[in-house]
């Protein structure tokens, strides 16, 4: 089943403790991306990544870290984290440049993190 | 700043046609208008995107207006799984190019 997955679906840690959320995408897509969603603020980007090797910031990069070593993989790094980056984060992708549908994002289960 | 404009919610009769707004009066020539839907904090899915003409498919329908300044989403007959909130985003088409995701609609379909 074509699918993005994540793990954990949810996570309680402590500020300081450094942590990865994985996401991975079965369908060969070169474009991931990071979201993370709070109350009244919708869904804003942290990071993403054009191809293998290729990330930029989103719109609100501070605090996290990605890196993209293979096209299926794209987890998000917090070294440090802290309580205000306590929120549900979700994964997407979208399909190569020129193919059906590469205009879309294909959203994975989401995250929910709680940093204490 | 978001780009589209849409009611903080709506309710609709089960079996009923669901119409929900988005204004846009900004809308630059190469954008689209996309239509995506999150129910209950689940990953938001596609719903269905137009340029200019409208669109149908196996979800829904979108029109949008000859100035391409609104459109409006049409989910013909709401079940009560069309519960979610619902994102109308413009976007232009560059392959990569960030999604913007204001609050949405909040659709309750009641029974």
């Known amino acids: 089943e074509a699918q993005v997955t994540q793990n954990p679906r949810y996570l309680i840690t402590v500020t300081g403790k450094k942590l990865t959320v994985t996401c991975s995408q079965n369908?060969?897509?070169?474009?991931m991306s990071w979201y993370r969603q709070d109350p009244g603020l919708g869904l804003r980007q942290i990071y993403y990544?054009?191809?293998?090797?290729?990330?930029d910031k989103g719109d609100v990069p501070e605090g996290y870290k990605v890196s993209r070593k293979e096209k299926r993989n794209f987890p998000l790094i917090l070294e440090s984290p802290s309580p205000n980056q306590t929120s549900l984060y979700f994964c997407?992708?979208?399909?190569?440049?020129?193919?059906?549908?590469?205009?879309?994002?294909?959203f994975g289960p989401g995250t929910r993190l709680t940093v204490l | 700043d978001a780009k589209t404009t849409q009611p903080t919610s709506m309710d609709c009769a089960e079996g009923r046609a669901a119409n929900l707004p988005c204004n846009h009066s900004?809308?630059?020539?190469?954008?689209?208008v996309y239509w995506y839907r999150q129910i209950h904090s689940q990953g938001p899915q596609y719903i269905i995107h137009?340029?200019?003409n409208n669109e149908t498919n196996e979800m829904a329908s979108l029109i949008i207006t000859e100035d391409r300044k609104s459109s409006t989403l049409i989910l013909p007959h709401a079940t009560l799984r069309d519960t979610a909130v619902y994102y109308c985003?413009?976007?232009?088409?560059?392959?990569?190019?960030?999604?913007?995701f204001g609050p949405g609609t909040r659709l309750s379909v009641l029974p």
């Open positions: 997407a992708s979208s399909p190569p440049p020129g193919t059906r549908r590469d205009n879309e994002q294909f």
């Open positions: 369908m060969n897509h070169e474009y």
């Open positions: 990544s054009m191809n293998v090797e290729v990330t």
């Open positions: 900004t809308i630059s020539g190469n954008e689209y």
């Open positions: 137009g340029l200019k």
């Open positions: 985003i413009v976007r232009g088409d560059n392959y990569g190019q960030n999604f913007v």
